[in-house]
């Protein structure tokens, strides 16, 4: 078995592999919805080859998360699939070393993993970070309209908004990094809503004349059957991504419930953003975990990658120089500062604290409770967005 970087001209046995696995007649091909990822000059993507035959795949795509003023970057693996007759044999296992080893090798520090099975926890990937997801309809159309504030006019997404749309995503504190041409390109290729049989369609709020937020909506395709498997509810609505005021939010909310008649559309809110939970208070919500899993792949990197966002956040502007790590049990960390005992975690507790709660472990002391506390959790990006693989 050979395990290797999938050529180019390989790439069109890779995407029938996967859509002979994940798509059905009515969906595009995995090709379509995912570029990037079935592209050798962007992705690099992984495949095991038996005789020259690809029968295992694993869709790897370098990028980066902006948090704050640091760049962490990180790895999304997706698109995972296996010919029938190659399962059971280790072939997946072998992979995915091959994928982690690929990883730390490039210098990432996370490994953003789309699923949740026991082929990736086994190996340290993690269920992480926290998600609250509204659930709204056309009756609370009125209510939203009053939240915004009233000073939003709400309009369809025409030809030359690119500009104004990366300028707004560009100010958001946790976010992936997205080109101009990279929004418009997601928004094309609709990678989660090609699984679930939606298209997109996309906002504008602007307040007096001047784009102040936008939103990429993802309805229901008309006349299309249910998906095999269905991530979410089969088929439902959901907002992929916004940008901008919380306010402009609120207004398109409105429109996209009423324009489109929605008994149910999902509005999944990252916790950090906390301007829009205050708008959205009196919706039904649900806290629910980030999609799929996480691989702190190499901590004492990521920790370096977020000197800069650890120092502005920090009452001393100095915590990144001051914080380090080194390795402990458990896929655990040892972490340090000057004057203070070392506090060592399980990779559970170092995970939990990087991204899911502000809460410390029960034996952190009060001053390991202080400086942690100003700069974790990360304000992550929600990854079942536009950048979704």
């Given at each position: ?43 690099e ?24 003023s ?16 190659s ?18 090798k ?116 008309e ?54 939970h205050?708008?959205?208070?009196f ?7 980030n ?65 899911d ?33």
């Amino acid at each position: 078995m050979e395990i290797r970087l999938v050529r180019q001209e390989e790439m069109q046995e890779a995407a029938e592999l996967a859509d002979s696995i994940f798509r059905d007649s009515e969906q595009i091909s995995m090709a379509q919805g995912f570029p990037n990822l079935f592209s050798s000059v962007y992705s690099e993507s992984l495949g095991a080859f038996d005789k020259g035959r690809l029968v295992s795949f694993m869709g790897l795509l370098p990028g980066a998360v902006r948090i704050g003023s640091a760049q962490l970057y990180t790895y999304s693996l997706g698109s995972v699939c296996t010919h029938t007759d190659s399962r059971g044999k280790g072939v997946a296992g072998d992979l995915f070393a091959a994928v982690r080893e690929r990883v730390k090798k490039a210098g990432a520090s996370l490994l953003l993993v789309s699923g949740t099975r026991s082929l990736y926890t086994r190996a340290g990937c993690r269920p992480f970070g926290l998600i609250r997801q509204y659930t709204l309809s056309r009756e609370h159309a009125a209510s939203l309209k009053e939240v915004s504030g009233g000073s939003y006019t709400v309009r369809p997404y025409r030809r030359g908004d690119l500009t104004a749309m990366h300028k707004l995503a560009a100010a958001r504190v946790g976010a992936y990094e997205q080109s101009i041409w990279d929004l418009g390109l997601l928004i094309e290729a609709r990678a989660y809503g090609s699984c679930v049989k939606l298209r997109h369609q996309t906002y504008i709020a602007e307040k007096n004349g001047v784009p102040a937020a936008f939103l990429v909506a993802a309805l229901p395709e008309e006349g299309l059957g249910q998906v095999r498997e269905g991530i979410r509810p089969q088929g439902a609505p959901i907002m992929m991504e916004w940008a901008g005021e919380a306010g402009g939010l609120a207004a398109m909310l409105a429109a996209v419930v009423e324009e489109n008649q929605l008994k149910q559309f999902f509005v999944p809110i990252a916790v950090h953003e906390q301007d829009v939970h205050d708008l959205l208070g009196f919706l039904p919500v649900q806290e629910q975990r980030n999609m799929g899993t996480v691989l702190i792949s190499d901590s004492r990197l990521l920790l370096e990658q977020l000197r800069p966002y650890l120092n502005e956040r920090s009452t001393d502007h100095s915590l990144g120089e001051r914080l380090s790590c080194e390795p402990a049990a458990e896929d655990g960390v040892t972490l340090q500062l000057p004057g203070l005992p070392g506090l060592e975690l399980t990779g559970d507790e170092w995970t939990s604290l990087v991204f899911d709660r502000s809460e410390m472990p029960q034996h952190a002391s009060d001053q390991w409770r202080e400086a942690l506390g100003e700069v974790f959790p990360l304000p992550f990006p929600h990854t079942a967005g536009l950048n979704y693989i």
